[in-house]
């Protein structure tokens, strides 16, 4: 089996930094983390940020102050996030890809931005 977990979520006041991990326990090489998506109350899941060999991407709301980077050894990602609004505020999931073919959400890190 294999677990996806987010950690560094928490309270931050605008303009502040947040780092969030991400990390594969257990079977750890039978799941590919891709990336992060956020969900906001009253609103859908959006993708965030993902991390492939070819290179990053970002949602436009984010560009410039996220930046996504992986531990391929640990098969972890991580987002660090800088300059962070209230709009930011969401529960921030990972996301990988079974081996098996299915995909996989982490339990998710509340991220608050607020004075």
């Known amino acids: 089996q294999v677990q996806l977990v987010e950690s560094g979520g928490g309270l931050v006041q605008p303009g502040g930094s947040l780092k969030l991990t991400c990390a594969a326990s257990?079977?750890?090489?039978?799941?590919?983390?891709t990336g992060w998506y956020r969900q906001a109350p009253g609103k859908q899941r959006e993708l965030v940020a993902t991390?492939?060999?070819?290179?990053?991407n970002y949602a436009d709301s984010v560009k410039g102050r996220f930046t996504i980077s992986r531990d391929n050894a640990k098969n972890t990602i991580y987002l660090q996030m800088n300059s962070l609004k209230p709009e930011d505020t969401a529960v921030y999931y990972c996301y990988g890809q079974k081996t098996a073919g299915n995909g996989q959400w982490g339990q998710g890190t509340q991220v608050t931005v607020s004075s």
């Open positions: 991390i492939t060999p070819i290179g990053t």
């Open positions: 257990g079977n750890i090489f039978s799941i590919y983390v």
